[in-house]
């Protein structure tokens, strides 16, 4: 088992020699060992481990080893899983107030314009309200734009959507999406996503370029489609009471490495993004990217879907914030 | 007995044809009217949750449990007996403590206010299957408990009275 | 605390206690005395092992199954089979074999195969004077084929946690299926050899027809749920839930076999078998959970990574551990928890990663019917009525069968691999 008391005594030096209690955490994230998430989770793991002497040991559990991930959320409330590593899609049902990120069209086609946000006052503030669920946000963790793809059918404006029938993770906010849209849609687990578009069962499904092109689904789909209409952001979040508990040292430890961590990742996403692009593109897959009178279409209508479900009135406020950030984000 | 019996039965028997049921317009309103439901999989997946924790109440009473017999077989009956009061008695130790972590589950699930996916309804109602299982359990095991202390005491008595006319 | 889990867990099924519940409270009683966990996660990971996609196909199979045999068109399927193949040597049992492989192509799930065909072929095969033993034997093992031939979930879980091409694995596990099937076929041939079971007569072409023309509303549900699901048009659990369907219209309105009382005897009597199967695949899962937490697969792996240098005895050593392992896990949660950790090391060796996974799944379909934990076993009791014991010689047999299988896919990959090559 795990001793998570720290020795609160012990650890009050200024000096940089604080002593650590020892304290294994365990840490769950979905993605295979090589992907860009599993190297920030290493580097987590490394900056942690080196920081407190090998006091604290952190137990990386990736490729969803410790459940789905419903249940690897619902393992971190419950308090099993110390820190975990989840798209806001999961989240949502846990804390509704973290789908905002979730919304089509709210980010600008730039990774380090929402970065910028995300890191800021504002997306550091949207992090707190994971606390509602139990939880401490600890950072936002990348995963990349999302691009549709589908099988017989090509996607160029909302209309086009009519008919189809896409999968999505499973969130209430997706489903909602392609509703607007003129689409349905369908949860269906991670797993049996490549099973279903071979089938048919689904059309077509979204997801980032390394989740479609580690996955093959580019083999069981004809169409490829660069539409900026979301981005897969993961949050690093650990359970709240168990945050509370670490010493104030371990703490500053954990955020010092959850930094270093999620820049890896961005580093690591970053230098394979291009090269899956390349290979799908390769792979003789018909890849398009949307015009900017395209996308436009599409904002314009989705634009009309965010009050529509972001709806609470605190909710409505933090989406005027989001709105300001990113406009300041992309004026400078 | 009787009537909980048919209850259970009633419950599980009804849950895979109206499980059956909604696969089946699913597929019909995805292939002739292009309208597909987004919870029929959830709904059904839950459906099979509650079916397996109230069918393994029906198991005990049916007496379908798969174990291990290998080593019975050498036993006496009286043995025999004694053995199955003991498993009895573990069942209803494991039972309780589905019950008891099961409630806790589901208060917990009450309290986070955690909802589904599809269906959007709160995740308690599907946890509350385990205990409800469990609870079920827990009742055909006491009442088969009884039943096989009544009959190794009576066989006891039996092997008594044998000896007494010796 | 695996070694009190494990002695636990042992001391229970020795005393015979149902193996769920076994496995179950020697999970609780563990976490609970030994950790300081929450013993609420094992209700969420007994929850998790049920609440899975995957499995959605099992009560729709073993539904359809039972409506075919109450309803009349099982038999007339048996009629039309045996005719076709009744006076070959082993004929009953080569149907048994080659039907799973059949079925095996229909459905991802193991223990639904052997549902569907030992509810009608085990009854054949005691009328046909084969050990109990045999048949029981061969039906556990029978079923597994199913993890190999496409569709297969477990193949599909393989992929999404390396990024190997689901594709390429399916058109491998053709190959590989039908090696490990024709193993067991080579036993049963020699076996009813050595045995001189009775043949059947051939069948004249007029009695040939005549049974296929009795069976032919029967026999249109493999091409449906064939069809269904390589067209796209169905999931494997729609075509479960389909043929369910068209089973009970043809047994009511054609053959007139059905009614509303047998119905809804049916569907209790289903529904009972699916939570027989699933409360063990659900306690199976905080078994595996338990495994996963205390590092027992990682530090095997680990062990492996840091003292072996060559392929071949890498080769043998992942396919004892695999063995070993599918004997305690079930399929999928193996492949979950060691596919990522073996993967890496597997490909410095030089290994093909679709080679890979059509090892590992032989290895895991081997452990779907090896004892002490394997769900086709159990579900092969509930057709048979017969205990673990007894059942015993027969696995044996197969198993040894089906090593040999596994050591021919395993040291000569173009076995599964030449399809692959041919298709490009
Ligand atoms: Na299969
Ligand atoms: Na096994």
Redesign the pocket.
């Known amino acids: 088992g795990n001793s998570e008391k720290v020795d609160s005594e012990s650890n009050g030096q200024d000096d940089g020699s604080a002593e650590f209690e020892e304290v294994e955490i365990t840490f769950s994230h979905n993605q295979p060992i090589e992907s860009p998430e599993h190297v920030g989770a290493e580097k987590f793991k490394e900056i942690v481990e080196e920081k407190t002497g090998g006091k604290v040991k952190v137990n990386v559990f990736p490729a969803s080893q410790l459940g789905s991930l419903r249940e690897q959320v619902e393992g971190t409330q419950l308090g099993e899983i110390n820190i975990t590593m989840q798209p806001t899609a999961v989240v949502t049902p846990f804390v509704d107030d973290i789908k905002v990120i979730d919304l089509p069209y709210l980010w600008p086609p730039s990774n380090e314009q929402t970065y910028k946000v995300l890191d800021g006052e504002v997306g550091q503030e949207l992090l707190g309200t994971l606390e509602k669920g139990g939880f401490k946000g600890l950072g936002y963790w990348p995963g990349g734009f999302k691009l549709f793809t589908t099988g017989d059918k090509e996607v160029h404006k909302p209309e086009d959507f009519k008919g189809m029938t896409m999968r999505v993770m499973e969130s209430p906010l997706l489903i909602e999406q392609y509703k607007t849209w003129g689409a349905t849609a369908i949860p269906v687990p991670y797993a049996e996503v490549y099973n279903s578009l071979q089938q048919g069962v689904v059309d077509g499904q979204e997801n980032p370029l390394q989740t479609i092109f580690l996955n093959n689904y580019h083999e069981v789909q004809k169409n490829v489609i660069d539409s900026y209409h979301g981005t897969m952001t993961y949050v690093l979040m650990a359970n709240q009471d168990w945050f509370n508990g670490l010493s104030e040292d371990l703490q500053n430890v954990l955020l010092e490495a959850e930094v270093e961590g999620h820049t890896a990742a961005r580093q690591a996403l970053a230098e394979v993004e291009d090269e899956y692009r390349q290979k799908i593109i390769d792979s003789g897959i018909n890849y398009y990217k949307l015009t900017d009178e395209e996308i436009e279409a599409f904002r314009s209508v989705s634009r009309e879907m965010h009050k529509e479900v972001y709806n609470k009135p605190d909710q409505l406020e933090m989406l005027d914030k989001l709105y300001k950030a990113i406009d300041e984000a992309g004026s400078n | 007995m009787r009537i909980m019996k048919r209850f259970e039965e009633g419950l599980i028997g009804m849950g895979i044809i109206v499980a059956t049921f909604v696969l089946f317009v699913n597929i019909v309103l995805r292939y002739f009217f292009q309208a597909n439901t987004t919870w029929a999989e959830e709904f059904i997946r839950y459906v099979m949750i509650w079916i397996t924790f109230i069918g393994a109440s029906v198991c005990f009473s049916r007496g379908l449990h798969v174990g291990i017999d290998f080593f019975l077989e050498y036993l006496s009956s009286r043995w025999k007996l004694l053995f199955g009061i003991f498993v009895n008695i573990v069942s209803i130790i494991f039972m309780i403590f589905l019950l008891f972590y099961g409630i806790e589950l589901v208060k917990f699930s009450v309290n986070s206010g955690q909802i589904t996916p599809s269906l959007q309804i709160k995740m308690y109602w599907i946890y509350l299957g385990i205990p409800v299982g469990a609870t079920l359990s827990i009742i055909h095991l006491l009442v088969n408990t009884f039943s096989r202390i009544k009959d190794f005491m009576y066989q006891s008595q039996s092997m008594q009275t044998e000896e007494n006319q010796k | 605390m695996i070694i009190l889990l494990m002695v636990l867990i042992f001391f229970f099924l020795f005393t015979s206690t149902p193996i769920f519940v076994a496995m179950g409270i020697a999970s609780f009683l563990t976490v609970i005395f030994l950790t300081d966990i929450n013993p609420m996660i094992l209700i969420q990971r007994l929850f998790g092992g049920i609440d899975q996609f995957a499995l959605m196909a099992l009560p729709f199979f073993i539904l359809a199954a039972n409506i075919m045999e109450v309803g009349g068109l099982s038999s007339r399927i048996l009629r039309w089979s045996r005719a076709l193949v009744g006076h070959i040597t082993g004929g009953v049992a080569m149907t048994t074999q080659v039907s799973s492989m059949f079925f095996?192509?229909?459905?991802?799930s193991s223990p639904a195969t052997v549902v569907a065909i030992g509810k009608i072929m085990y009854p054949e095969m005691i009328r046909g004077k084969y050990d109990k033993w045999f048949s029981a034997g061969l039906l556990a093992s029978a079923g597994s084929v199913?993890?190999?031939?496409?569709?297969?979930i477990t193949l599909i879980i393989f992929g999404s946690v390396t990024g190997v091409s689901v594709g390429s694995l399916f058109i491998a596990g053709i190959g590989a299926g039908i090696i490990y099937g024709i193993s067991s076929m080579i036993y049963i041939y020699l076996y009813a050899r050595k045995h001189h079971l009775p043949k059947d007569p051939k069948a004249s072409k007029g009695e040939l027809w005549g049974a296929t023309k009795k069976a032919a509303w029967a026999l249109l549900i493999p091409v449906i749920i064939l069809g269904g699901i390589y067209s796209g048009i169905f999931t494997p659990t729609e075509a479960g839930g389909v043929s369910a369907v068209y089973a009970l219209i043809i047994s009511f309105f054609v053959y007139k076999e059905m009614n509303l009382k047998k119905f809804y005897k049916v569907c209790v009597d289903s529904a009972v078998l699916t939570a027989q199967v699933l409360v063990l695949v659900s306690a199976a899962q905080v078994l595996g959970w338990m495994l996963t937490r205390g590092q027992v697969p990682q530090a095997i792996a680990t062990w492996i990574t840091t003292n072996v240098d060559t392929a071949f005895v890498f080769l043998i050593i992942l396919n004892i551990v695999l063995l070993i392992l599918g004997m305690f896990m079930e399929g999928v949660a193996a492949i979950i928890i060691v596919a990522p950790l073996i993967y890496p090391t597997a490909l410095a060796m030089g290994i093909d990663p679709v080679h890979l996974g059509v090892i590992m799944i032989s290895n895991l379909a081997i452990g779907m019917y090896t004892p002490p934990f394997g769900i086709n076993i159990f579900v092969t009791q509930g057709i048979t009525n017969m205990k673990m014991g007894e059942m015993m010689p027969g696995i044996l047999r197969f198993f040894v069968c089906n090593v040999i299988a596994l050591i021919i896919i395993t040291y000569i990959p173009d076995a599964s691999l030449f399809l692959l090559k041919i298709i490009g």
């Open positions: 095996g192509a229909l459905s991802g199913s993890l190999i031939i496409p569709p297969s």
